[in-house]
């Protein structure tokens, strides 16, 4: 056999020997790994979040419900599916003209979500139990016998970057207060977490409530009352450490002391003979508050 002849054999047979072994190469299991399952989304279908707050003042859009005293707060909300689906329960004391024992609120709502844009439509109950009218020396009453009201709600936010969040929020009340008059309150709010310490944040919220005509003060010789209008905006630092969150916040309104007595009735405005108040002037409000939920304490697992 030629030297050729014997050379083409060789190569063939080697030839044949790296196809077979890589054949077999390919037959052994990579070193990577089968590509792993898809993961299906965890779901929470029920869970509960409870808050307990301590506060300075009950600032509630600019107007102080507990005579500039401190206040207690506690919340509890069942959440379902992903926190899709939401009813809670809250109360706080307050110091108000018709003496309510305290504030009781029942809402409820849906938070659907896509991405980093956030949705909230809802309904909330504001009551006030054992409350009574005001009536002043001469027993003129000054206020409605039931100051209980409802609103509706829709809010939107969107987080950019995990740090900035924007939102808008609109409530509308049909009866507010129980006067009469609609109450219309829009809002835009921001909140910015700082970069050089995790849980440190600043935010604000700028709004306008649109008030509408009433009875307020149930004087059967005054004419109704078309209340007063007004700008409210906050701003503060938060800093929130696990299940704790401190909060330092500037509210103030636009009202002045007289438009201010129009929209709350305070009885120092009507004792004093001067109709003013100062429950919506300028007001620092110093907040801590504990939150939890029951899937953070192995309850209701995903």
Not at 10 to 17: K, R
Not at 78 to 90: C, K, P, S, T
């Amino acid at each position: 056999m030629s030297d050729f002849f014997r050379s083409s054999i060789l190569g063939l047979a080697f030839s044949a020997a790296v196809a077979a072994g890589a054949a077999h190469a390919a037959d052994l299991p990579s070193k990577k790994g089968a590509p792993p399952a898809p993961i299906a989304p965890s779901i929470t279908w029920f869970d509960v979040a409870v808050s307990v707050k301590g506060m300075t003042d009950y600032n509630f859009r600019g107007i102080s419900q507990t005579d500039r005293k401190p206040a207690i707060q506690g919340s509890a909300e069942l959440q379902i599916y992903n926190n899709l689906f939401y009813v809670g329960v809250a109360a706080s004391n307050v110091d108000l003209v018709t003496r309510p024992d305290a504030e009781i609120d029942f809402y409820g709502g849906i938070r659907p979500k896509f991405g980093d844009l956030s949705f909230d439509f809802g309904i909330w109950q504001y009551y006030y139990p054992g409350e009574k009218a005001y009536y002043d020396t001469a027993l003129v009453q000054w206020t409605p016998k039931n100051t209980d009201f409802t609103e509706v709600y829709g809010k939107v936010s969107y987080t950019y970057a995990d740090a900035l969040t924007v939102g808008g929020n609109v409530y509308y009340a049909w009866d507010w207060l129980g006067t009469g008059a609609s109450g219309t309150y829009a809002s835009i709010t921001a909140k910015y977490m700082l970069p050089f310490l995790e849980g440190l944040s600043v935010s604000g919220e700028f709004g306008h409530y649109w008030l509408g005509t009433t009875n307020q003060a149930i004087w059967s010789t005054t004419p109704p009352t078309n209340l007063p209008d007004y700008n409210y905006w906050n701003a503060g630092v938060s800093y929130t450490w696990k299940n704790i969150t401190a909060d330092l916040r500037y509210h103030d309104t636009d009202l002045s002391k007289r438009e201010c007595f129009l929209n709350t009735t305070d009885p120092r405005g009507i004792i004093t003979g001067n109709s003013q108040s100062k429950w919506c002037g300028a007001a620092f409000v110093a907040t801590l508050s504990f939150d939890i939920t029951a899937s953070s304490l192995g309850v209701f697992a995903k």
